[in-house]
């Protein structure tokens, strides 16, 4: 079995255990396969947790869930040095990071500095402790939860760390066809009907993300999506209105973020290039927690997401 259909199977199992949710479902597998970190922002319920924790079934590593809170420290996220009597020493004792899948439930509900040394993490792949640094698995991706509906008690991220997130997904309700779905598949693994997981190596998962840096990408598609972005930098050059609109643009991790989401995509989907259409799929995504609004804007009730609307629309395709 190719790396393909490997990971064209888990997707199709995913969508048998995670209902009304293809594209938390297609956006956790670009993650993986494009090595980096999601945000995902929804109500409570559905089904956010279980995404990542039915994902880990499947693939050969590691899972563990932190739940942010306000009284969470450093060490409690990255371990710490314990004291052993018996030796007179410190010894590390390894956190929660260290595993190949992990799950920050609430990430906006822990302070600052439990937020910074996450983040952190997230980006140099390593974490630093007492003077000495211990690298983080190869296979490591962190999958953040916020929830939009309570803002009481929470720290919410600064637009710095929020760009270290690859991606940035918004979560909704379901259907009522997937509802009803939803309810016969839990009353049936109440009754102890469970459908076996395919298994996904690690090894097989490196050779996706080789094949992925390998698909072509052509000169004006290149063109297209760093214009994207330096378009967010300077819109008035293209959009009067999108100029009031926005007030600062998206940093250069939103062209590699866009490089590597747009060739995942196509991968996923069966196609050895990638087109002007593979970067405009992901482009919501990528774009919208790399964008600040005016006061005006937001004042105006204009969304992100309308932002991003307008900016594909006035920048011209390769």
């Known amino acids: ?96 990071i260290f595993h190949n899948l992990l799950l920050a439930d609430e990430i906006n509900r822990a302070p600052a500095k439990v937020q910074s040394a996450l983040l952190e993490a997230m980006a140099e792949g390593q974490v630093s402790v007492g003077g000495n640094t211990y690298r983080l698995p190869e296979l490591f991706l962190v999958m953040a939860t916020q929830n939009p509906l309570e803002q009481e008690g929470t720290y919410p991220l600064p637009e710095a760390q929020l760009d270290r997130f690859l991606m940035h997904v918004n979560v909704g309700y379901p259907d009522a066809a997937a509802e009803l779905s939803i309810l016969r598949a839990v009353r049936a693994e109440d009754q102890g009907e469970q459908s076996t997981p395919p298994e996904i190596s690690q090894h097989s998962l490196f050779a996706a993300r080789r094949q992925i840096l390998s698909l072509h990408m052509a000169e004006p598609v290149e063109q297209y999506l760093v214009q994207l972005v330096v378009a967010s930098r300077a819109p008035g050059q293209l959009d009067a209105e999108l100029a009031e609109w926005i007030d600062v643009g998206a940093s250069p991790r939103a062209t590699i973020a866009l490089d590597r989401c747009a060739r995942a995509y196509a991968w996923l989907n069966g196609r050895d290039f990638v087109s002007p259409d593979d970067v405009q799929a992901i482009a919501h995504d990528v774009l919208r927690h790399r964008l600040i609004l005016s006061f005006n804007a937001e004042a105006d009730g204009v969304a992100k997401d309308t932002a991003v609307d307008r900016l594909l629309s006035v920048v011209p395709v390769a």
């Not at 490997?6 to 956006?27: H, M, P, S, V």
């Not at 563990?64 to 410190?90: A, N």
Request: glycine residues 10%; negative net charge.
């Open 1 to 96: 079995m190719t790396e393909h259909q490997a990971i064209g199977q888990l997707r199709d199992w995913l969508n048998t255990q995670i209902i009304g949710q293809e594209n938390l479902i297609n956006r956790l597998l670009i993650a993986l396969l494009a090595n980096g970190h999601l945000l995902v922002e929804g109500a409570p319920g559905l089904a956010k947790t279980k995404a990542i924790k039915t994902l880990s079934d499947a693939v050969e590593g590691s899972f563990q869930r932190i739940q942010f809170t306000p009284d969470l420290l450093p060490g409690d996220v990255t371990g710490s040095d314990i004291y052993r009597p018996e030796t007179g020493s410190f010894d590390f004792q390894q956190g929660p």
